[in-house]
């Protein structure tokens, strides 16, 4: 079964250079998490927002263990305006970082989420895998991006994170769409690499 995705992908032409800008934003479950459903989508192209949410519906059905009552969640798409000047700031958040993938994550903790934040400019692209972390870049896209969601399907921040952990692994950008087992063999790298540093 695939992990839990929650994607965030926009396509917008003219922004800063003239260039196709792309960004998209996916969460992958750990632990517990990892089989859950999505329960968010967003999609921009040109000046369109469209995000995608699971909420409850009128339906219901009777559990057979305990007969309690389990409602069904329905699809629904809603549509906002997105203003192309959005995708020029988020070049300027990402700027440090152009042209780089970078790993970070909290390795004490197993379950939760990763956040991936995709970005593609021309002949380049930046990408951020954060795990149950976050640094500011990523932080700069989510306080633009959330300015067009609802309070309740706004991109998830971490309560406990600094730039001074945001020091990860740090390689030159690939294609979007890492493995699960990809994933894993960051994680133990990055966990390797700070072990050799408190050996200095």
């Given amino acids: 079964m695939k992990p839990l ?37 967003i999609y921009v192209n040109d000046d369109t927002l469209t995000y995608t949410v699971y909420e409850k519906s009128s339906k219901y059905s009777i559990g057979k263990s305990y007969n309690d009552t389990v409602w069904e969640k329905e699809k629904r798409d809603y549509k906002v305006p997105f203003r192309n000047s959005t995708g020029d700031s988020i070049l300027q958040a990402i700027e440090e970082k152009k042209g780089l993938s970078v790993y970070n994550a909290n390795t004490s903790i197993m379950s939760g989420a990763i956040q ?58 690939p294609q979007p769409g890492k493995t699960y087992r990809e994933i894993l063999m960051d994680d133990f790298e990055l966990i390797r690499m700070r072990s050799s540093k408190k050996d200095e």
């Fill in 5 to 41: 995705l929650v994607i965030v992908f926009i396509s917008i032409t003219g922004v800063a250079s003239g260039q196709q800008f792309k960004f998209f934003y996916t969460t992958i479950g750990l632990g517990s998490n990892r089989f859950r459903p999505a329960s968010l989508t």
């Fill in 116 to 173: 991936q934040f995709y970005i593609e400019g021309g002949s380049w692209c930046t990408q951020l895998d954060l795990k149950n972390t976050f640094d500011s870049s990523a932080l700069g896209i989510t306080l633009l991006i959330n300015n067009y969601l609802p309070p309740k399907h706004k991109i998830y921040v971490p309560d406990f994170w600094t730039d001074r952990d945001s020091k990860g692994l740090i390689r030159v950008c």
